[in-house]
């Protein structure tokens, strides 16, 4: 059985649907594009990130048009959307300021329809919104991993790090963090296809390669 993923982003690379990672071309536009090109990069890196090495069903929800920015009404709706595609995972690599309670309500309408949320949070600072609701999987970035290896912050900010991407060669960060936290998420279900979404937070702590938050230290 294909694993479902959900990507709620600025839509998907124009190469996505010569890759052969599932079925890129699904999903629905919420900007004014009426399309799901990505203009701005960010959602394309995210998409490369969590379906490389994987065979599973990309859907994708695009929120962002011309830059990382939409209106609550809009990523509402495309939280509701994805509710009703019968996904498992849904990746949201991004971080609002502030939350109500109608982006509670959507994203535990999507909780409840079976879907792991994880989203994206920073390694430092206040927390962002979806990833302080309740149950959401927190994915930040993390310089100690590489592809492929992951951490166990379990910090007041995030509970996974990962490979953040490189600085200067496109998005990295907390956003491509928490899409390589997503790749682990997937490549766990396309090996235990009965897995419960409930179980694959811990799955994922079994195979951090570090565990607690990552140690920088200044000047001796």
Same mark, same amino acid.
């Given at each position: 059985?294909?694993?479902?993923?959900?990507?709620? $982003? /600025? !839509?998907?690379?124009?190469? *996505? %649907? &010569?890759?052969?990672? =599932?079925?890129?071309?699904?999903?629905?536009?919420?900007?004014?594009?009426?399309?799901?090109?990505?203009?701005?990069?960010?959602?394309?890196?995210?998409?490369?990130?969590?379906?490389?090495?994987?065979?599973?069903?990309?859907?994708?929800?695009?929120?962002?048009?011309?830059?990382?920015?939409?209106?609550?009404?809009?990523?509402?709706?495309?939280?509701?959307?994805?509710?009703?595609?019968?996904?498992?995972?849904?990746?949201?690599?991004?971080?609002?300021?502030?939350?109500?309670?109608?982006?509670?309500?959507?994203?535990?309408?999507?909780? $409840? /329809? !079976?879907?792991?949320?994880? *989203? %994206? &949070?920073?390694?430092? =600072?206040?927390?962002?919104?979806?990833?302080?609701?309740?149950?959401?999987?927190?994915?930040?970035?993390?310089?100690?991993?590489?592809?492929?290896?992951?951490?166990?912050?379990?910090?007041?900010?995030?509970?996974?790090?990962?490979?953040?991407?490189?600085?200067?060669?496109?998005?990295?960060?907390?956003?491509?963090?928490?899409?390589?936290?997503?790749?682990?998420?997937?490549?766990?279900?396309?090996?235990?296809?009965?897995?419960?979404?409930?179980?694959?937070?811990?799955?994922?702590?079994?195979?951090?390669?570090?565990?607690?938050?990552?140690?920088?230290?200044?000047?001796?």
């Amino acid at each position: 059985m294909t694993v479902r993923v959900g990507i709620i $982003d /600025s !839509g998907i690379p124009s190469t *996505a %649907a &010569a890759t052969g990672s =599932g079925a890129a071309h699904e999903g629905r536009d919420f900007t004014a594009h009426e399309d799901l090109g990505d203009r701005i990069g960010h959602g394309s890196a995210v998409f490369e990130a969590i379906s490389s090495g994987s065979v599973a069903q990309m859907i994708t929800a695009k929120i962002f048009a011309d830059q990382l920015r939409c209106s609550p009404e809009t990523l509402i709706a495309a939280i509701e959307w994805m509710a009703e595609q019968q996904v498992a995972i849904v990746n949201m690599s991004f971080g609002m300021a502030a939350a109500d309670d109608r982006l509670a309500a959507a994203v535990a309408t999507l909780q $409840d /329809s !079976g879907a792991l949320c994880i *989203a %994206a &949070a920073p390694a430092q =600072g206040s927390p962002v919104y979806p990833s302080a609701l309740p149950n959401v999987i927190r994915g930040t970035g993390d310089a100690r991993c590489g592809p492929g290896t992951l951490s166990w912050l379990n910090s007041e900010q995030a509970d996974f790090g990962a490979h953040p991407g490189q600085p200067g060669a496109g998005p990295a960060g907390a956003s491509i963090g928490c899409a390589h936290v997503t790749q682990a998420a997937v490549q766990l279900l396309e090996e235990h296809p009965t897995m419960a979404a409930a179980d694959i937070p811990k799955a994922l702590q079994n195979r951090a390669r570090w565990h607690g938050p990552e140690r920088r230290l200044g000047p001796a």
